[in-house]
């Protein structure tokens, strides 16, 4: 009878609950030298669904050092040092695999990734701004890139960057994705907007003469629902809740 593989019986462990049997049983496959990158690999996704990030850093390393050009080995070493909080090394190991591979997407997604978890705006715009020119056609790369310029209050470049996704014929998941962050601009800066209704005189008098001149003069940006939503904002120091009637504000 043919001996089962070990890796067949940690899965038959895993499916069981058993996961500190399917540990000990991929460690004693290190230890007879079957497949070490993949089994260091395993390893570090077991102690990652059970936090133990140490040993799940550790046996990841070993995966990339074992094979330093398996694109999954590396992805799995960073996204666990996110998960386990160690931003900074996990920008570190993606800046690294950088200089190797300058123009590797999976690198340069994760620290955009990076940057992010670190609130640090610029660098993540930058390391998108290159992901869009590797790959203009990527929708997931434009809405990112959105979010990111509606952070740092860029809110012409974030609609482009929707409406363009829009214009790519997207597949049905990427139009929602696509439509609901461009949702979210609008009521983002509709909330802006009412605020400086509210409290800038200035800006209340502009706002009552032209409405869509005086929000275009601020740098908003707003889609063809937005425009239309915008001529209910009040221009009194009343609440201004009914502009939000069927939107709900952002978070």
Request: hydrophobic share 40%.
């Amino acid at each position: 009878m043919k001996r089962a593989h070990p890796f067949e019986i940690a899965d038959d462990c895993i499916r069981n609950g058993e996961l500190a049997k399917a540990v000990r049983t991929l460690q004693r496959a290190l230890r007879r030298g079957i497949e070490p990158a993949a089994c260091y690999y395993r390893i570090a996704e077991l102690f990652r669904v059970q936090q133990r990030w140490r040993g799940a850093i550790a046996a990841a390393r070993e995966a990339v050092r074992m094979a330093p050009e398996q694109i999954l080995c590396r992805a799995l070493l960073i996204d666990i040092l996110l998960e386990s909080g160690l931003v900074e090394d996990a920008q570190n190991e993606s800046l690294a695999w950088l200089e190797s591979h300058p123009d590797n997407p999976f690198a340069l997604e994760i620290l955009a990734r990076a940057y992010e978890e670190k609130a640090d705006p610029n660098s993540a715009l930058s390391v998108m701004n290159r992901l869009v020119n590797l790959d203009p056609f990527n929708h997931e790369y434009r809405i990112q890139r959105a979010e990111i310029l509606q952070q740092k209050g860029d809110y012409a470049a974030a609609a482009r960057d929707l409406m363009q996704s829009l214009k790519m014929n997207p597949t049905d998941e990427h139009r929602n994705a696509a439509q609901q962050a461009l949702d979210t601009l609008d009521r983002w800066q509709l909330r802006i907007i009412v605020t400086l209704v509210l409290e800038s005189a200035p800006f209340r008098t502009a706002f009552r003469r032209d409405r869509q001149l005086a929000v275009r003069s601020m740098g908003f940006h707003l889609s063809d629902q937005g425009r239309q939503l915008l001529e209910h904002v009040p221009v009194s120091l009343e609440s201004p809740e009914p502009v939000y009637s069927g939107y709900a504000p952002p978070n």
